[in-house]
C-alpha cells in the first residue's frame, strides 16, 4: 500500500469552476504538506506549504490540512485554463530531512 | 537568474549503454537530489547528496550512480544493469539538507531503444 494516495485523474473542469484536489496518507508522522504545481515535460515548482493542520490561503488557492482524517486538499477558485497541469502532493516526517513523500499526481484541464 | 539546469532535455540509448544527466544549480544549495517519475508512480527518490563528496541511496537506486564533486553538480549515470531505466527524470535542491522545500529543474526524458 503506497502511504500517499493520490487520485490521478484526469479532471475535466469548465472555466471558472471550483477544483478539489485531495491526497490521503497512511503515516500520522508526516509533519509538513506541500502542492507542487507540474505543467506538461517541466519540472515541478512549489504552490503551496502547510506545517500540521489547518488552513493556508494564497490568492485563487486554499490548502487544507486534517491531520485526525489524515487528508489534505488543495482548492482552486475561479479556474483558469492557465491552472491546467499536473498537481502533486507532498509531505515529510520531521525526521526525514529533505526526504520527500509524493502522490502520483492529479492531472486537470481547466476548459475555457 | 538563479535556477537548475539539466541536460539533455531528451536522450535516446540503445541498450547496454550508460548515459550520463548532467544537473547544475547557481542557487548556492547544500543539497541536491535525484528523483524518477513514472505515470503512476509519482515521482520516485533516486538518490540525494547533503554536501559536497558525500551521497546516500534513495529508494530506487540501484541500477544509478552519482557523484558530487563540485556544489554545483550532481550528475546522475543511468547504467546498464537499471532493467527499466526509460522514464523522466528530475533534479531538485534544497537550501540545506533539513530545508523542507525543494527546487527543481525541467527534467530529462531518457528512451532507451
Known amino acids: 500500500q503506497k502511504e500517499v494516495e493520490q487520485d490521478p485523474g484526469p479532471l475535466s473542469v469548465p472555466e471558472g469552476a471550483i477544483v478539489s484536489l485531495n491526497c490521503t496518507y497512511s503515516?500520522?508522522?508526516?509533519?509538513?504538506f506541500m502542492w507542487y504545481r507540474q505543467y506538461s515535460r517541466k519540472g515541478p515548482e512549489l504552490l503551496m506549504y502547510?506545517?500540521?493542520?489547518g488552513n493556508k490561503e494564497d490568492g485563487r488557492f486554499t490548502a487544507q490540512v486534517d491531520k485526525s482524517s489524515k487528508y489534505i486538499s488543495l482548492f482552486i477558485r475561479d479556474s483558469q485554463p492557465s491552472d491546467s497541469a499536473t498537481y502533486l502532493c507532498a509531505m515529510i516526517r520531521e525526521t526525514s530531512g529533505s526526504r520527500l513523500t509524493f502522490g502520483e499526481g492529479t492531472q486537470l484541464t481547466v476548459n475555457p | 537568474d538563479g535556477g537548475i539546469t539539466q541536460s539533455p532535455k531528451y536522450l535516446f540509448r540503445k541498450e547496454g549503454q550508460n548515459v550520463t544527466l548532467s544537473c547544475e544549480q547557481n542557487l548556492n544549495h547544500d543539497a541536491m537530489y535525484w528523483y524518477r517519475q513514472d505515470p503512476g508512480q509519482g515521482l520516485r527518490l533516486i538518490y540525494y547528496s547533503q554536501i559536497v563528496n558525500d551521497f546516500q541511496k534513495g529508494d530506487i537506486a540501484e541500477g544509478y550512480s552519482v557523484s558530487r564533486e563540485k556544489k554545483e553538480s550532481f550528475p546522475l549515470t543511468v547504467t546498464s544493469a537499471q532493467k527499466n531505466p526509460t522514464a523522466f527524470y528530475l533534479c531538485?535542491?534544497?537550501?540545506?539538507?533539513?530545508?523542507?522545500?525543494?527546487?527543481f529543474g525541467a527534467g530529462s526524458r531518457l528512451t532507451v531503444l
Open positions: 502547510t506545517y500540521s493542520s
Open positions: 503515516n500520522s508522522a508526516f509533519q509538513y
Open positions: 531538485a535542491s534544497s537550501i540545506y539538507s533539513g530545508a523542507n522545500v525543494l527546487t
